[in-house]
């Protein structure tokens, strides 16, 4: 893992949002774990669609205040989603989301790999490899929490809970 010269860093975060269930608590007890590993996290709190709209703009924007970080829930669901759309050098703000401004040509070539390789496990070769210098270069500290708690009568059938965000309400009826 690279070594990081900063000790400090300015983290954009939301009190509520997006199925966040806890976000204020639970950026605190990461600010908490990360002091205890000699690095200070200061947060500047903003509303959810503006810390969206910061997110868009691009972390040398004037809206990002400075910020270094940026914590906000993501769904990881595919490679592009995961890996390209934050990290490939020529989707910067405005022209996608890559907030913090990332540009490898190394990935950048995995990149280009994964995308015209077409036997499933050579992709799955050349993923592992993004996944290494994804870690190797600490490009992302990944939280999972429970979002979107749900409370509900014992009349309501047939709910079963989805393992993403994409939940089907076909199933579910109401006894009476």
Known sequence: MKRFGWAALVAGVVLAGSG??????????????LA???MKIEFETVEWNTLINIWRAGADHES???ATGMNYSYFIQDPFTGFIRHLQCNLKPPAGTNWGLYCDQEMDALFDQVRNTFDSEAQTRVLEKVHEKYVDDALFLM????????AMSP???GFVQAQNWFQDFNTITMAP
């Not at 966040?20 to 908490?32: H, K, V």
């Not at 939280?143 to 749900?150: C, E, G, L, P, S």
């Open 20 to 33: 966040q269930m806890q976000p204020l608590s639970m950026n605190e007890f990461i600010q908490q774990n």
């Open 36 to 38: 205890d590993a000699g």
């Open 64 to 66: 990002s205040r400075k």
């Open 143 to 150: 939280v999972t929490h429970d979002v979107n708690a749900r």
């Open 155 to 157: 009349k309501v059938r």
